[in-house]
Structures are given as C-alpha cells and as structure tokens.
C-alpha cells in the first residue's frame, strides 16, 4: 500500500515538473520567435539594390546602402522588426485611434488627439512635400509594410490583445514626429494651470507667480542687451474665466508629459586636445523599449548616426552626420494661445467676432473602438473656429468654449527640418534647416568637425496685439489676437563665442522681450556655469563626467537657511546634522539628499497650497514641473516677510519665511521617521528614489517592466532624476539618451539609450543598456569601424 502511495507521488511530482518545464520552454519559445535574425540573407520586394545591415553588440544598425530610397526603406524595415508595437501605439495616438487596440481605455484619449487634429496636420503636410522628402517617407512606409506583410511571428502584444498591425501609411511617420513636438509644447498645460491661480489667487498673485526668472539665472549667449526679459512683463489685468468642462484626467499609453534636457559644448580653446567636445542628453521618461532607436544610415548623402523616433525616417533627438554632431533641449518657447468663445445664444454653431456672428467650421471625425463584438464606431463632431479646435471637453482645466491656437496647426515641416539636418555639411545649412519648421520650440547645439560651435533656438514666437496671452482670453473682439510670427531670422542664435562654450539647459538663450511668458529653467544651467568657470580647459573624459554631476543648486541655495533656523531645535539636531559639511551632490548613498528633496517638496506645499490650492499645485508636481514653485520661492528667499510665505488659512498670524522652513523640516522629519526609520543615517537616498522603466502594457503584465532601479539626481542636478512629489520618490525620468563626440577623434564616440535596442521581451537587447546607463557610462559608437562589425544581415532585391 505504501509502496503504492510513493508511485503515485512519484508519478504526479513528475507531471508536475514536466508540465512546469513544458510551461517554462512555451513561454520562452512564446517570446522568442517574433525576435528578429542579425544575419544571413533576406529578399525583399521592393528593394533595387543590396543593403547590408552590420549590427553591434548592443543592437544597433548600422545600415549600408547604395542609394537613399533604399536607406530608407531599409531603415523602416529594421525598426519595425524591433519596435513594430511602439511605432503602432505612436501612430494611433496621433490619429486617435488606440481605441482600436486598447477599447474603452483609451476612448477620451482618442477624443483628445482627434479634437487636436495633429493627423489632420500630417495630412495636409504630407500632400505638401517636396519630391525628396516624400521619397525618403514613401520609402520608409514601404520598409516598415514589408515587415507587416512578411512577418510570421508577431510582436507578443498583439497576440496578448489579439490584434494585428494595420499597414503603415506615410501620415502616421510624420504624426509620429508631430507627437513628439505637441508633448514639449510647454504652454499647453500651464495656461490652464494659470487660469486656476488666478482663478483662487487673484491678478496681484497672478502677477506675480507668472513664470519669471532670477535675475542672476544664466543665459546660452553672453549678452550685454538692455532689452527686458519677457520675465519682467507689464501686469496682467484681466479677469480669470471660470470653467464648467466635461474633460477629464485620461489615461494614455504614450509618454505626454513636458520633459527638459542638456547639452554643453567646449570648443577647442577650452579643451585639452585643442578640438570640440560635444555631449547631449535629452532627459524624457525611460520607457522599453525606449522612446529612440539607435540606428546609423550611411547611402547617397547621409552617414548619420543618432537618436532616431521609432517610426520616423532619419536621425532625431541627437546626432553625429560626418561634419558635425547635435543634439536638442525643450526650447520652452510660448507659441500656444487660448481663446474663450462667445457663442450666439440663438445658435450655437456660431461664435462673436469683431464683424459679427461666424459659424463654426465642423470637422466629423470618427471614434473607432475595439469590442468583444468587433470595432464599433461614433461621431465625434469638432468645432474648429478663427483661432482654432475648441478643446473644453478634452483638457482638463480649460473653460467652457475654450479654442486653441498653436503655432504647429496645419503644418510642423518636423520631419523635413529633420531630413535637412541630417545631411548639412555646415553651420549655414544646420541654420537653414530649422527654418521651415513651425510649432516646435527647441535648443539646438552644433559642434563641427573643423573646430567651430553654435546653437539655434526656435520657437514660432507670436507677435501678439496685447501683449502675452499668460491665461485664456476673450476671444470675440480680437484685441489679443495675433498678428504674425517672429521672423526665424531674428530667433537667437551664436556662433562661436568668445568663452569658449555654449550650454542649454531648458535656460533663456538671450535677454530679449519677445519670449512672452518666461518658461525658461535656469538651476542646472547655475551649476554649469560654476563648472565651466572652475578652469581653464578640460578633458574630454572630465566633460562626459559633467553628464553625472549631481550638485543641487537649489540645496545649496536653502541649506544656510535651514541650518541657521533648525540649529536651535534640539529634537530636529540629530536630522539637521546630515547638513553638515554636505557637499550638495544628490548621490544614492546621500541620507542628506533625501532630507532636503522631501523637506524643499513640503516647503513647496506649506507655503503655496494656501495661495493656488492643492489642485493645482498637485497638477505642477504630477507633471514634474516643480522649477515653476522653484521658481516663486527662490524669488522670495530673501525676503523673510514676503507675503508667500504667509499661511491664508491662519488669518490672525502672519507667518515668515523661517517659520515655513521649521515647519516643513519638522514635517519631513516625521514622514522619513514613518518611513525609513528614527536613524536618518539609514535615510540613502537610493533606498528611496528609484526608476522603474515601464512597458506599455506593463500594469497588465508587469513582468514586461523591468525592477525599480536606485538612481542618483533629482530635478534640480544635471544628471536628472526627476520625481513624483505625489508619489515621493518614485523618479519619473532621466537621462533617455546620451551621446559624447570628441572631435579630435571620432573613434572615442559614444551614445546609450535605455533599455536597449529591441522591443522584444527575452532578446538579448531588451535592456542590456539599464545597468550601464545607471552607471554613468556609455556604449561605442562604432560610426568609424562598422563596416568591420561580425553581425552582418544583407537585404536583397
């Protein structure tokens, strides 16, 4: 009987370990098969002459072909089959239609990009190209539909939403471009914001939190004008417009928070191998894959290697073409407006203008939404009027018969600007070709290989009749209505200067008074300055480690403060200690770092939700945009008495700046005792500030997401490390890609973009860049030597 019971034991334990392995070999083979092969042959149609296609150890392409349309073709092929799912997730955003994919989810998402109508600008752009750029579109197009049509194995999304690609359209590689620069489009989301404070606040307070810059804040040029920075306007007096709004928060699969970037550039009098050295690093969320793909493209007049956008042909964020390397920063330029309607109380279709009633121009669109029955399909009427879609029901915040006007509708030229780039041979044609672009506002630096450094700032900036337009304004007399764009020629640009180095930092390119409302940082450009300043020349291993430094300015700024009121407070002594000889670097195994992130974020909430509400303010921290508090309290920190500092809500008291800083260091005393323990020696800011990189559909299946990851910086340090004061620490973003070109040897070129190359759960370069990246390191280049490249995948006809 005994003997029995173990046989049956035996056998059902080795049932179990087989269908357990069974289970562990489908899920592998599950995620292996859509990932793609790095050599061997394949024929393509529509091809019209061999591409071969040497891939590193890292997974980059790097693409040889003998003519650009082939380029470009081979180059939508390649991306596809590493990133055909993002690329899908990217169009459809722009085209409205997630919903097709994601169902009720992404419904008010959908509402959102159709009412905006960036794929009716892709529209219209695409049937205005030129031949070439077109050609270089169309080609892409083909390459990523051959990828459609031959692939046997798809992405493992599709098959966990039980889904296929639709074939890709010309419209969807420009939309994808036209995403990028609506997502960096600063106003968008602080307009409205405004709207509220004046709202709670009032046009004194209104006034004064607008965004304006320290008067010491540095700016890109060296600049001697007496013009008056668009910080210091005339006083808005208007009245706040209420909203009644139907919008709502929704949920997007695609990154659309406002992110902020650096590059820095030393020519060759300030460094020690007597040529430029460039480094940029645009600081977006981490996501995997990650938001660019790698890629080099060598054919006709492109040898380019960079930052590409998943589903856009060319190079993009950051580059390096053969005669000079670039990279870009959020511009933080005002090109977007508001205008409250006044309707016709008889007829809704019609809105007040200074001639008398118009209707408005309605454009039906069309929501597609995915059901267990099939797509079904509603109406989604948009009301576009003189100053653009009504957007009331679809941004949260806006007042009722609210209308939009941004500089990037009906047209962007993005990805034509790009295509330029990508082939100028010199600063002129780097000039020239930003300026066909409209609606993005960018910082561009320009290292050249023959020892010369620059930068273009752009931004479409309107020339408005009544000044800035900080908050949504009447629309029906069109007293603030605009009447024109600054000339791109008189946007601020530099070209070798006398210092030896240009650096952007999101921060003002030159004092000037047409920027309109000051967006501008200015607290990692502070801690440049103090860098470039420190000596004569650098070393080109000295100016990559700039990309890690981590030195808060804004701890140094407050700490002195902290110190002198909390010294006396025997129970707060032992945490104010940490202070102490502090060097100010926001490092992983700092327990002061963490003392005075959580201590400025409560120093930002006791003093300013009285004034704006905590709505509001929430609505700053959720989108990471705490340089604008920053901002209100720096330009008050001298002032004990300033009428900030006073607590609304205690009406009989009038609070000073030094009982804000003992009572918000007693409160982040007692939330770190909670959390970390009463020993602020355990307080390693690493334990608690950590990024989790995400996958799309990571909350549904998180094993797609990779573990959370202590990383160094916050918002405030050139290595970023940007973080959720609603969900303290958790770090939202960093550095997303990086590059460092040595132009006195091109071989020491290096780039990193985490996670890795591939979209593919399980393939080797899912995120084998995570652990360098936290490092601080980066990957070669390879742009000299890839043709000597073992992995070698040739594409033929």
């Known amino acids: ?325 670039w990279s870009i920063t959020n511009g933080t330029g005002d090109n977007l407006d508001y205008f409250i309607e006044k309707l016709n109380p008889d007829n809704p279709n019609q809105y007040m203008t200074e001639d008398g009633y118009k209707n408005f121009v309605t454009v039906e669109e069309t929501l597609k939404i995915k059901t267990k029955d099939g797509i079904k399909e509603e109406k989604l009427p948009v009301k576009i009027s003189r100053h653009g879609p009504i957007i009331s029901d679809i941004m949260p915040g806006a007042p009722q018969n609210c209308a939009m006007m941004w500089a990037g509708q009906g047209y962007t030229g993005i990805t034509q600007s790009v295509l330029a780039l990508d082939k100028a041979k010199n600063f002129d044609e780097f000039h020239e070709a930003f300026g066909i672009e409209r609606g993005a506002s960018l910082t561009i630096g320009y290292a050249d290989v023959d020892g010369n450094i620059g930068y273009q700032w752009i931004a479409t900036l309107p020339i408005r009749k009544a000044g800035d337009n900080p908050i949504p304004r009447p629309g029906e007399k069109g007293e603030y209505d605009l009447v024109g764009y600054l000339p791109f020629e008189d946007h601020p640009y530099d070209y070798n200067p006398e210092k030896g180095y240009f650096a952007s930092f999101n921060n003002m390119p030159k004092r000037a008074d047409y920027y309109g409302n000051s967006y501008f940082l200015f607290e990692r450009a502070l801690r440049f300055e103090d860098i470039a300043n420190s000596k004569d020349k650098f070393s080109v291993e000295e100016i990559r480690n700039m990309q890690l430094d981590t030195v808060s300015m804004a701890a140094k700024r407050w700490v002195p403060h902290i110190l002198r009121v909390c010294n006396g407070v025997e129970e707060l002594k032992p945490y104010i200690s940490l202070f102490n000889n502090w060097n100010y670097t926001i490092d992983i195994d700092s327990s002061a770092a963490t003392l005075w992130n959580i201590f400025y974020a409560n120093l930002m909430r006791n003093t300013l939700e009285d004034d704006i509400g905590k709505k509001c303010l929430d609505d700053f921290f959720k989108g990471n945009s705490v340089y604008l508090p920053d901002q209100w309290l720096t330009n008050a920190i001298d002032d004990n008495n300033h009428f900030l500092w006073d607590d609304n809500s205690t009406p009989n008291v009038k609070e000073t700046r030094d009982d804000m800083i003992l009572k918000s260091m007693k409160t982040t005393v007692a939330e770190l005792s909670v959390k970390l323990g009463n020993d602020p020696q355990n307080w390693a800011w690493g334990k608690v500030h950590t990024m989790t990189i995400k996958h799309t559909l990571g909350d549904v299946v998180p094993f797609l997401n990779l573990k959370p990851i202590p990383y160094p910086g916050d918002d405030f340090t050139i290595n970023a490390g940007w973080w959720d004061r609603n969900n303290p620490c958790d770090m939202r973003n960093g550095g997303a890609i990086r590059i460092v070109v040595d132009m006195s040897n091109l071989d020491n070129m290096t780039l990193i973009s985490p996670a890795g190359q591939s979209g593919h759960y399980l393939s080797p370069y899912y995120s084998d860049q995570v652990e360098t990246w936290v490092k601080g390191k980066q990957i070669p280049a390879h742009y000299t030597d890839a043709k000597e490249l073992k992995q070698l995948l040739v594409l033929e006809p």
Not at 130 to 159: H, M, Q
């Open 1 to 325: 009987m005994k003997s029995r019971w173990i046989k049956t034991l035996v056998v059902s334990l080795s049932v179990i370990v087989c269908l357990a392995i069974a289970s562990v070999i489908s899920f592998q083979v599950f995620f292996k098969l859509p990932q793609p092969s790095y050599s061997g042959t394949e024929k393509l149609d529509g091809l019209t002459a061999q591409v071969e296609v040497r891939t590193d150890e890292h997974g980059i392409p790097h693409i040889f072909a003998q003519n650009e349309e082939d380029l470009f073709f081979a180059q939508g092929y390649i991306t596809a089959r590493e990133r055909m799912f993002q690329m899908d997730i990217t169009r459809l955003a722009g085209r409205g239609e997630l919903s097709t994919l994601l169902g009720e989810a992404t419904v008010n998402t959908d509402k959102y990009f159709k009412t905006l109508g960036l794929y009716r600008t892709a529209e219209a752009e695409y049937a205005n190209l030129s031949s070439e750029d077109k050609s270089a579109i169309d080609a892409y197009t083909r390459g990523v539909n051959a990828y459609i049509n031959k692939v046997k194995y798809l992405p493992c999304e599709y098959v966990i939403l039980g889904v296929k690609p639709q074939l890709w359209k010309p419209q969807d590689s420009l939309v994808a471009g036209i995403l990028m620069i609506w997502r960096l489009n600063m106003p968008n989301q602080f307009k409205l914001y405004y709207n509220q404070i004046a709202l709670i606040a009032g046009n004194d307070k209104l006034n004064y939190l607008l965004p304006s810059l320290p008067q010491f804040a540095p700016t890109i040029s060296t600049n001697t004008e007496t013009k008056v920075s668009g910080a210091l306007r005339e006083p808005v007096t208007a009245e706040p417009f209420e909203y009644v709004s139907n919008a709502s928060e929704f949920y997007s699969p695609v990154l659309m928070n406002i992110r902020f970037s650096s590059w820095y550039i030393f020519s060759g009098s300030r460094t020690t191998t007597g040529k430029p050295v460039f480094a940029g690093s645009p600081d977006l969320e981490a996501a995997i894959p990650s938001l660019f793909y790698l890629v080099h493209l060598k054919g006709g007049a492109y040898d380019v290697i960079g930052g590409s956008i998943a589903g856009v042909p060319g190079v993009n964020a950051l580059g390096f073409n053969g005669h000079f390397a």
